[in-house]
């Protein structure tokens, strides 16, 4: 059964929303005079194993025969959850294996929402650095009271502003006096540097003062300029918001606005942090950006989400993607936290098989909740077998089409990726010779492209990206900044399924 193809969800992504989204990126290519590019094109076989990152190794280029194999899908409530390999075989007399293994949970639309909604215990940490003075740090007020005005009085918050120094606006409170709130938040002026996480430590802080399990704990960061003062080493800070949210339970979702933030640390740390990313390009949507995070917080579904993959003896994690992950013996956990209807989680290990193996494998994934609506523990498991084969024949005819879709998806996700960077170290002549390989490996992979939706999405990002490198040097530094902060936007939502 396809992971996808009989999928009513999937027939979702081809609504007139998804539509705009693709008119919105045509519209900022032609804004910026992306044009397309013409590629040779190379010979229609499939590299399973991705060049570049994502897979170190040689890539291995074989001719499927056929694609039966099988994904393993269950159901708990509205939630679907899939996992599949990328062969229901190996080949025993084969040295070097390498196998993908890609877990998805894929939240319905609430036909019902309950009377009473999850309470709330955020802290709002806001910027106030020197580039943050006008209308930035006007709309950024607004978008906060903003969202005062929708708690309730079963809620909790706090607002945290931060330069070179951390100050509390509001300490941690229950929402019972807004008008009192708000009058401090307009009390907000912008001044000196960017304490980054200083400023996002507090919040943490904050929320954990009255964290609740059965609540929503999130940080709301707010930023428009790079971490200067304090703690700036984003190694240390995904450290420190992966201990937050794995240890504590707290998530955190990031606002980056404007030109001048750096949106792979502010990425990063919502990634991380299992909350959201927004690249704000202009401050009036500030307040949009908001309401979205909060609307999307009324819809929780399941809390405490865990994610655990019992790997058989022999078998051990190269690399997962994109979600961060810990390991305690053949068991790897990955922490969801709040999951929301109408939303997709999934990630993809790439996982190497000891040479000396040669009989059947078992992989268990264990999806664990606290159920939102009647607050009862709920878990649904799959499993998937890996069997030993010497028939080429039975190996070439039991691949499985959708998951291979999505390392295909990975890998040029990761090789773009690699290709900004190289633009932000004004290596364009690198970072064009990426976009064009990443070209290439996707046209290499055109039966699973021309089928999957999220695959023509990523196609035309690259390619009109891949002009980039040749016109960076003639426009502006701004239009640079804006182009290089709206690809990497695209490219987290994407990976994310959040298109």
């Not at 294996?97 to 609430?110: D, G, S």
């Not at 009473?116 to 740090?137: A, C, E, H």
């Not at 993607?321 to 790439?350: C, H, M, N, W």
């Amino acid at each position: 059964m396809s992971l996808r193809g009989k999928n009513l969800a999937w027939q979702q992504e081809s609504s007139p929303q998804m539509n705009k989204k693709y008119l919105l990126i045509a519209s900022v290519c032609v804004l910026f005079g992306l044009l397309f590019f013409a590629f040779d094109h190379p010979p229609a076989y499939v590299r399973l194993h991705a060049f570049n990152r994502f897979d170190t190794a040689a890539p291995l280029a074989v001719r499927p025969k056929d694609h039966k194999g099988r994904n393993v899908i269950s159901t708990s409530g509205v939630i679907t959850f899939t996992s599949g390999l990328d062969n229901d075989y190996y080949q025993s007399d084969s040295n070097n294996k390498t196998v993908y293994f890609y877990i998805e949970a894929k939240l319905a639309k609430l036909l019902n929402l309950p009377q009473k909604r999850t309470p709330l215990n955020i802290s709002i940490v806001i910027d106030r650095s020197g580039s943050m003075q006008g209308v930035k740090m006007g709309y950024a007020k607004k978008a906060a009271k903003g969202m005062i005005d929708q708690l309730e009085a079963t809620d909790y918050v706090s607002i945290v502003m931060y330069d070179n120094a951390i100050d509390s606006v509001q300490e941690p409170i229950a929402v019972t006096n807004k008008d009192l709130i708000k009058s401090k938040i307009d009390k907000i002026t912008a001044r000196g540097s960017t304490n980054l996480w200083g400023g996002t430590e507090r919040g943490y802080e904050y929320v954990l003062k009255n964290y609740k399990p059965g609540f929503i704990n999130r940080v709301l960061l707010i930023s428009d300029g790079l971490a200067n003062i304090g703690i700036t080493d984003s190694s240390v800070i995904r450290k420190k918001v992966l201990a937050f949210k794995d240890e504590q339970g707290i998530t955190l979702s990031t606002f980056g606005v404007g030109l001048d933030y750096n949106e792979t640390l502010m990425t990063d740390m919502a990634e991380t942090g299992a909350g959201n990313y927004y690249f704000i390009d202009a401050p009036d949507q500030m307040i949009g950006m908001f309401e979205k995070e909060f609307n999307s917080m009324l819809k929780v579904v399941a809390q405490n989400a865990e994610l655990r993959i019992k790997l058989p003896k022999g078998v051990k994690v190269d690399k997962t993607y994109p979600l961060p992950y810990v390991q305690a013996g053949d068991v790897v956990t990955i922490r969801l936290r709040d999951v929301f209807a109408e939303e997709t989680k999934s990630t993809l290990l790439r996982l190497k098989l000891q040479d000396r193996i040669n009989g059947p494998l078992r992989f268990s994934a264990t999806l664990s909740y606290t159920d939102a609506l009647d607050g009862q523990q709920k878990s649904v498991t799959n499993e998937n077998l890996l069997s030993p084969v010497k028939s080429a024949d039975s190996y070439l005819t039991h691949f499985n089409k959708t998951v291979i879709e999505e390392v295909v998806l990975f890998a040029a996700n990761e090789n773009l990726e690699d290709a900004i960077t190289m633009v932000d170290n004004r290596n364009f002549v690198g970072a064009k010779r990426s976009v064009d390989a990443n070209k290439a490996f996707l046209k290499a992979n055109n039966d699973y492209v021309k089928d999957y939706r999220s695959l023509q999405v990523m196609d035309s990002i690259n390619t009109n990206y891949g002009n980039l490198s040749s016109k960076a040097m003639t426009i502006s530094s701004d239009s640079l900044k804006k182009v290089q902060k709206y690809t990497r936007a695209l490219n987290y939502k994407l990976r994310n399924k959040k298109m």
